[in-house]
T-cell receptor
Framework: AQSVSQHNHHVILSEAASLELGCNYS??????LFWYVQYPGQHLQLLLK??????LVKGIKGFEAEFIKSKFSFNLRKPSVQWSDTAEYFC???????????FGTGTRLQVFP | NAGVTQTPKFQVLKTGQSMTLQCAQD?????MYWYRQDPGMGLRLIYY???????DKGEVPNGYNVSRLNKREFSLRLESAAPSQTSVYFC????????????FGPGTRLTVT
């Protein structure tokens, strides 16, 4: 069955530190990939998405992600985090065959001033 | 343009009670979804509706029913609530069935005692 793995469950960083959150998926066919963010008490918002083309995609608030097809990965990065980045981050994958968006279990990021 | 709206925001039920969660979107989207979010498990799809008049089961449909009342509205019903259904419920919509990003509502926090 299709699955999405986020290996970092809880990440704690100081402001200005660099961030990389891992995401791996199991499906081998054509997929679209997403990162969503959920700030405390709020609903999910799209951070960035990959459909095709340049495997390095840039999203809002300085986030970027790189799609590496050979590794089935779509890791999220930010060079310098801010306190306001404290949130939960979800990787999600949708395949053209199943039409269903599959979420990872999420990574809770805490950034301290 | 309100996006995706959900009512109620909070609800407490006793075991065995029934209730309906309401969801509406004003973006003229074809597809709508219901998810539940539980700690450490990410979001799991309960039911979805690819278009008006159709509904399909997701990953965790047991104990729930849905109705796609029209293109705008997609309701989720718990016929006999159980403590295991304590969760945060999110409704989402997307323009088309396949491969498009989903837009989420603010969520309903449900507690079943």
């Amino acid at each position: 069955a299709q699955s999405v793995s986020q290996h970092n469950h809880h990440v704690i960083l100081s402001e200005a530190a660099s961030l990389e959150l891992g995401c791996n998926y199991s499906y081998g066919g054509t997929v679209n990939l997403f990162w969503y963010v959920q700030y405390p008490g709020q609903h999910l918002q799209l951070l960035l998405k990959y459909f095709s083309g340049d495997p390095l995609v840039k999203g809002i608030k300085g986030f970027e992600a790189e799609f590496i097809k050979s590794k089935f990965s779509f890791n999220l990065r930010k060079p310098s985090v801010q306190w306001s980045d404290t949130a939960e981050y979800f990787c999600a994958v949708i395949s053209y065959n199943t039409d269903k968006l599959i979420f990872g279990t999420g990574t809770r990021l805490q950034v301290f001033p | 343009n309100a996006g995706v709206t959900q009512t109620p925001k909070f609800q407490v039920l006793k075991t065995g009670q029934s209730m309906t969660l309401q969801c509406a979107q004003d973006m003229n989207h074809n597809s709508m979804y219901w998810y539940r979010q539980d700690p450490g498990m990410g979001l799991r799809l309960i039911y979805y509706s690819a278009s008006e008049g159709t509904t399909d089961k997701g990953e965790v449909p047991n104990g729930y029913n849905v109705s796609r009342l029209n293109k705008r509205e997609f309701s989720l019903r718990l016929e006999s609530a159980a403590p295991s259904q304590t969760s945060v419920y999110f409704c989402a919509s997307s323009p088309k069935r396949q491969a498009y990003e989903q837009y989420f509502g603010p969520g309903t926090r449900l507690t079943v005692t």
